[in-house]
């Protein structure tokens, strides 16, 4: 007795047997598509999101990527803290405010330039910093002004 063959993947079948070893498909059944057409390979599988893609004939190389590196504003973040301090010195050392306030400031405007994704520190910076100038000079100028009357009071 010879082996047949398949009808529906073209394998060896040994006699006897009702189903194929390599499809598993039913052996006493008529396949829909003949042995004769010419074979299609299925499509290759969909690539995963996040898997690198593989190639077919190539050899399986897993490519890792470095993640995207997220950008902190260090600059807004030097101004919202020297403008912070130079809050906190307005009680004690008024004339040292102005000069916090105005590096805060101008850290502020640098950071806006050089993060132009993520402006949000840095201008809460230069607002903050922006009064405490404006601030600072009023209050050195009333000094200037009034100092000789407080002088005299006591």
């Known amino acids: 007795m010879s082996n047949s063959y398949c009808p529906f993947c073209g394998s060896e079948i040994k006699p006897g047997d009702t189903f194929c ?22 499509p290759p599988p969909q690539q995963q999101y996040g898997q690198p893609a593989h190639q077919y004939g190539a050899s399986a190389q897993t490519v890792y990527q470095q993640p995207a590196k997220s950008q902190t504003n260090t600059l807004g973040l030097v101004s919202i803290i020297t403008t ?68 005299y009071l006591y």
């Open 84 to 151: 912070f301090l130079g809050c906190c010195s307005a009680l004690f050392l008024p004339f040292v405010t102005l000069p916090l306030f105005l590096v805060g400031l101008i850290t502020g405007a640098v950071g806006m330039k050089k993060t132009p994704n993520d402006k949000t520190m840095s201008l809460i910076g230069v607002i903050i910093s922006s009064i405490g100038v404006i601030g600072s000079i009023i209050f050195i100028v009333l000094i200037v002004l009034f100092a000789g009357d407080f002088l």
């Open 21 to 42: 070893n390599s499809c598993g498909a039913s052996t006493e059944t008529t396949p829909v598509n003949p042995v004769n057409q010419p074979y299609t390979p299925p």
